[in-house]
């Protein structure tokens, strides 16, 4: 199985990025996916989640009204969408995946994880 994030880079603050994680190896479309964001010396956090169907979504309070994820999976694709970046958005972002919608926000919990992709937001 395997993940893999990319669509990193450095933006303006202000600015807009799309990440992608696809998946290989796994039927995808039974698993809900979390993004996560670990910036240096701090603990990864959680950033947001989407169930299989994409019927619902979840996010941290720190970037709800900013970020939107979605998912194709007849693509094996998910996408987390960030408008409005800042500075403190900086980070390397990972997605990983869950069978359980409702412990998303549990870090402990994911069945697997991508391999991060570095986000920079100049000021």
């Known amino acids: 199985v395997q993940l893999q994030a990319s669509g990193g880079g450095l933006v303006q603050a202000g600015g807009s990025l799309r990440l992608s994680c696809a998946a290989s190896?796994?039927?995808?479309?039974?698993?809900?996916v979390g993004w996560f964001r670990q910036a240096p010396g701090k603990e990864r956090e959680f950033v947001g989640a989407i169930n299989w169907s994409a019927g619902f979504t979840r996010y941290a309070d720190s970037v709800k009204g900013r970020f939107t994820i979605s998912r194709e999976n007849a693509k094996n694709t998910v996408f987390l969408r960030m408008n409005s970046l800042k500075p403190e958005d900086t980070a390397v972002y990972y997605c990983?995946?869950?069978?359980?919608?409702?412990?998303?926000?549990?870090?402990?919990?994911?069945?697997?994880w991508g391999q991060g992709t570095q986000v920079t937001v100049s000021s």
């Open positions: 990983a995946a869950i069978r359980d919608f409702t412990r998303t926000h549990s870090r402990g919990e994911y069945d697997y």
């Open positions: 190896g796994v039927t995808f479309s039974l698993y809900a």
